[in-house]
């Protein structure tokens, strides 16, 4: 069974830097794209950046210039770099990961609150 770990998340002021990391384990396959997901209360989930294995990336507009997403070194293994944060960046963020003709894998989500 696949399983999503993230880590990386806390608490940061306005204007910092916090680093999102997802690893996948459970399977040996690399998936067709991998990206972090954010929520706010009584909201859904939204998109913040997706990187895909050609390489490509997609981002938020809110996010961009500011945000960066990559892979790591290990297979499905995947970094957001986040830099000047503000505090309408404060939500819960979840680690997805997407195989074709499969169901989205989810991680357990990590809390970024950033303070004014």
């Known amino acids: 069974q696949v399983q999503l770990v993230e880590s990386g998340g806390g608490l940061v002021q306005a204007g910092g830097s916090l680093r999102l990391s997802c690893a996948a384990s459970?399977?040996?396959?690399?998936?067709?794209?991998m990206g972090w997901y954010r929520q706010y209360p009584g909201k859904l989930r939204e998109l913040v950046a997706l990187?895909?294995?050609?390489?490509?990336?997609n981002y938020a507009d809110s996010v961009k210039g500011r945000f960066t997403i990559s892979r790591g070194s290990a297979k499905n293994t995947i970094y957001l770099q986040m830099n000047s944060l503000k505090p309408e960046d404060t939500a819960l963020y979840y680690c997805?990961?997407?195989?074709?003709?499969?169901?989205?894998?989810w991680g357990q989500g990590t809390q970024v609150t950033v303070s004014s």
């Open positions: 997805n990961a997407k195989a074709f003709a499969q169901p989205d894998n």
């Open positions: 459970g399977t040996t396959k690399s998936f067709d794209a």
């Open positions: 990187v895909r294995t050609t390489g490509s990336t």
